[in-house]
């Protein structure tokens, strides 16, 4: 089932438009995202995108895809 949780998840987080501000590039951006506060920061076809995790009612921490690699995602535990 928490697969199923974080399929919807990611699947959201793609779908969400990224902020059209000047600067924002993928330049220093991990592989697996990361946590500013409670907004998530992460590449989507070299287009950078900001997903304030507060809006799902979660917050930014550690997850891991398929319970091997640690990503930075909208968790509901503890922010990172």
Request: hydrophobic content about 45%; aromatic content about 8%; some cysteine.
């Amino acid at each position: 089932m928490r697969w199923f949780q974080a399929t919807i998840l990611a699947v959201l987080l793609l779908c969400v438009v990224p902020r059209a501000e000047a600067g924002i590039t993928c330049d220093g951006i991990p592989l697996g995202g990361k946590c500013d506060g409670n907004v998530l920061t992460y590449c989507a076809f070299d287009l950078a995108v900001e997903v304030n995790c507060s809006i799902f009612g979660k917050t930014c921490g550690v997850d891991t895809l398929f319970g091997l690699i640690p990503v930075k995602a909208c968790i509901d535990g503890p922010s990172a």
